[in-house]
């Protein structure tokens, strides 16, 4: 049974660093066609992919965010951790953690609960 | 990047109506297409993956369907608990990118 969750602050300052963590049981990321990704859901808008990660640690990221994610795993922990540099009040969003569904293409057939950082000084 | 047009943004129907929501994509995805429902403070849910293939578990009334850049969600009998709102995401070519969604209501 495939289960993720992420973890993080609620509420950050603008300019600060959000850190979040997603830590996953149920499948390893060491397996040969494995992902994780992270996609965020601003109140009440669409969903956005932000970033994923694949077993061999390569990385893929949103050219919209400028440079400012970075995403990380320990396999050992079964743990994916994303940072956003510079955060803004419009990055207030519920965060998801993702799994990837199969070695193609890139479907997600199971989510983390979400976590809802609020971005205000 | 892919841009995905989904529409409508919003329906109305009843239980029982057959529903067809469509997702364009900017160009050739290679049918990556994926459908999810998602429910007010819940998760997405997949729905259908690779254009045409139904999760595991989801409701034989969802179908599928399209190929390169145009597809098509269809619910052929809609019930209660399928008002939601739908997104596409075309899982191709980083950046991987959703649809805006449509919101099916109850009329």
């Known amino acids: 049974q495939i289960t993720l969750k992420e973890s993080g602050p609620t509420l950050v300052k603008p300019t600060q660093t959000l850190t979040v963590t997603c830590t996953f049981s149920g499948f390893s990321l060491s397996t040969i066609g494995v992902g994780v990704g992270w996609i965020r859901q601003p109140p009440g808008k669409a969903l956005e992919w932000l970033a994923h990660i694949y077993w061999n640690d390569a990385k893929r990221y949103s050219p919209s965010l400028n440079n400012r994610l970075t995403i990380t795993k320990d396999t050992s922990k079964n743990q994916v951790v994303l940072t956003v540099t510079n955060m803004d009040p419009v990055d207030t969003a519920t965060y998801y953690c993702a799994h990837r569904r199969g070695p193609t293409g890139w479907a997600v057939d199971y989510w983390g609960q979400g976590t809802l950082v609020t971005v205000s000084s | 990047d892919i841009q995905m047009t989904q529409s409508p943004s919003s329906l109305s129907a009843s239980v029982g109506d057959r529903v067809t929501i469509t997702c364009r994509a900017s160009q050739s995805i290679n049918n990556y297409l994926n459908w999810y429902q998602q429910k007010p403070g819940k998760a997405p849910k997949l729905l259908i993956y690779?254009?045409?293939s139904l999760q595991s578990g989801v409701p034989s009334r969802f179908s599928g369907s399209g190929s390169g850049t145009d597809f098509t969600l269809t619910i052929t009998s809609l019930q209660p608990e399928d008002f939601a709102t739908y997104y596409c995401?075309?899982?191709?070519?980083?950046?991987?990118?959703f649809g805006g969604g449509t919101e099916v209501e109850i009329k």
């Open positions: 690779d254009a045409s």
């Open positions: 995401q075309q899982g191709d070519s980083s950046p991987l990118t």
